[in-house]
């Protein structure tokens, strides 16, 4: 280690920021060019001015070295796939017809074509599309856009870092392509991915790089000898080059562990660690591996995923921990600030004594460049900061805002009990059958139907004063009988009522639920063009008033078919919320899951005999370390349980996941014990099926047979194929048919015609069942 025991040329960085723009610019520019609204070259201007308003925002706040490459149409993997010549074979005459087009093909799908596959990306609410490669894959390197847009800021007169997935990361993140052997590892092609890094490298040289960061989150997760030894050949090779710019190998979400002395050995220049949260662990980590001599550190110390202000005295702690394991300590925040939103400066609803606690990007990044010139310059240059952002965060500490003793008595009062049905699932199958009296296969829906512009406007109107409260809800009321009506049309045998209320699944209850706060602008990317405002988690949780009894009451009175309660789960409440990080995060959830509870025991006593709790969120929480993941599943399980263990036996209860890997939580899964789940498996050609097949899952499933994210409409015959399929796996009484996920971000003509082919295919698969 070196003996350096101050920071003079300590710098500020980010590794990326929100793509969206102020006004979510890029989707709107997007969804236009996919209407024919917007023009390729309008496009192409509204990402540039973006791409330079950011930059120029960083360089303005402090920020030495902006990052370029991050910025993205829909995805920075899809990025990557395009870098690195991965094109699925069914999309290349798409793309060599329209390099834009068939970009967004891959991501979307066509009518003829399917979209690649799309996962969580690691334990976050963002999703990326999965890569595709097989034993024929072939590499061919294709670095127009990151060289363009490292050219765009060089041209600005910024220093420039250019950011890319790594190759190993980009490797261990893809799937088998369809056709290939499940068992095919993409990780046996480095060798041929390598020359083509190798090349995207001397070409960001050639323009102008004097760094590029290569991003290896996967290596924070578990990892074999093999694959840790593919990291070490990977990063001996590239740093190797002679024609290449210095490297920066960066990982966060968690510590780097076993991986950490291998990148630290590597001929690379510099590492960006993670240091915050459970990645706190990297610091000693970092001292057992002799630190990085002759190399830079980025020290990742501002949390990148949450919104609450740093400790900026305890980070420089952390900083000054630092000092003596590497030539030189810059500072930025954990990972890229894609996973918060841009400004917190323009809440200006928010409770101002509230608002000083909060840190969207640009406070996180004004929060990096104040550590990095404490670092350099001593505490006494950074004074007046250090004073108010004491004064913030004892304020919080203290407010009555974050505890309520009537919550907490009651949390502390539950005993296991609470979180078991009295009635084991035989017993509770019976008695639903009886009930329901629904026929074999039965079809529903996850919950939403399309968003219309009327109904968005309906809510602006009411926001504006605009439109009274009955006005509202008459508009409101129009739109269920619309939805149960054609649901009762298509033939759907439990209903839904649409939920035109809700602006979102977890920000409307947020709004309904004592402890959330809610923001204007708070967006953040989910995927693509899809945009969600986390609420806020500040406080002790409680309910003050039933939150969706009335709307499902008034579907449920429009039809003898049986309409599901809708309600989102405690894990997602949290998980796509900015959760409060004052507290262990089991104590807040059985908080939400005591208020969710109160909700559920009046939607039965309003004689709703289906209510499905959703929890998307909780394969996408689960740590990346194994050995974290037991104390985390037990106390996400306990509080689904919790939620919904209060009903009688008659009650059915679903719950429903989509987009992530499945695989790692199928015993969770059956801890949760919900009578029936639905799971998203269309671009996973019923994986999951099997999967719950093989552990012996003994419960009703719904694997879902359309792929809502994607504008294509399957025909009836591919839904009925779909089925079949799903029959491999799962006895005919125990399967259901529907969506792979809720209809809110689609048309209403996409949906009429997907549901009218599932209710037909149902119908058809169902007769084939009786005959056979």
Known sequence: MTSKTAAAASRATVYGYPRQGPDRELKKAIEGYWKGRVTADALRETAAGLRRGNWRQLADIGVHEVPTGDFSYYDHVLDTTVMVGAVPARHRAAVQDSALDGYFAMARGTQDVAPLEMTKWFDTNYHYLV???????????????????LSEAVALG?????????????LLLAKPAPGVAADFEPLTLLDRLLPVYAEVLADLRAAGAEWVQLDEPALVADRTP????AAARAYRELGTLTDRPKLLVASYFDRLGEALPVLAKAPVEGLALDFTGPAAANVDDLARAGGLPGKRLVAGVVDGRNVWINDLKRSLSTLASLLGFADRVDVAPSCSLLHVPLN???ERELDPQVARWLAFARQKTEEVVTLAQGLSEGTGAIAPRLSANYAALASRTSSALTSDPAVRARAQAVTDTDGRRSQPYPERTAAQRARLGLPLLPTTTIGSFPQTSELRTARADLRAGRLDAAGYDERMAAEIREVVAFQEEAGLDVLVHGEPERNDMVQYFAERLKGYLATRHGWVQSYGTRYVRPPILAGDISRPEPMSVEWTRYAQSLTPRPVKGMLTGPVTMLAWSFVRDDQPQAETARQVALALRDEVTDLE???????????????ETLPLRAADRAAYLAWATE?????TAGVRADTQIHTHMCYAEFGDIVSAIDDLDADVISLEAARSHMQVADELATVGYPREVGPGVHDIHSPRVPSADEVAALLRKGLGAIPAERLWVNPDCGLKTRGWPEVRAALEHLAAAARTVRSEVREG
């Open 158 to 170: 910024h220093t420039a870092r250019p950011v890319l997935v790594g190759p190993v990361s980009y």
């Open 226 to 229: 093999a694959e840790l030894n």
């Open 605 to 619: 006593a309003a004689g709703t005999a289906v209510i499905q709790v959703d929890e998307p969120a909780l394969r």
């Open 344 to 346: 917190a400066a323009i």
């Open 131 to 149: 890569p595709e490669l097989g034993p024929d894959t072939v590499f061919t390197a294709d670095s127009a856009k990151q060289v363009a847009e």
């Open 639 to 643: 509080s689904f349980r919790l939620t």
